[in-house]
């Protein structure tokens, strides 16, 4: 993980945003688990949230990845439900609000 200095962080007064990601999806593929996203062109990279359920109920959001390019990324397989997000970012520090979150049971 990256440290805390170089993720974007969100602030609703920033006037350079870009639409937040759609059509999230994921699937489950032997052992790993495939995300995948549209976003904006603008979009360079993403940051990719995941928490996984318990049996005390939901975890926080942990960030899975901060720098995925393109529009998937690969996680092992969990042995609980887990949520997913993602959140886009431009060259121009232009940032999205989060993804709908997508759940894998």
């Not at 350079?16 to 032997?30: A, F, Y």
């Not at 995948?36 to 959001?61: E, L, S």
Request: aromatic share 8%; hydrophobic share 30%.
């Amino acid at each position: 993980m990256e440290p805390a200095s170089t993720k974007a962080v969100w602030n609703p007064k920033q006037t350079n945003r870009l639409p937040e990601p759609t059509t999230v999806s994921v699937s489950k593929q032997q052992e790993q688990v495939k995300l995948t996203w549209q976003a904006d062109p603008k979009a360079k990279q993403f940051i990719v949230q995941k928490r996984q359920c318990n049996k005390d109920g939901w975890g926080t959001w942990q960030d899975a990845i901060t720098d995925a390019k393109g529009n998937e990324w690969l996680d092992q397989a969990p042995s609980t439900p887990v949520a997913y997000r993602v959140r886009a970012i431009g060259d121009d520090g232009a940032i999205s609000d989060w993804s709908k979150t997508i759940y894998l049971r």
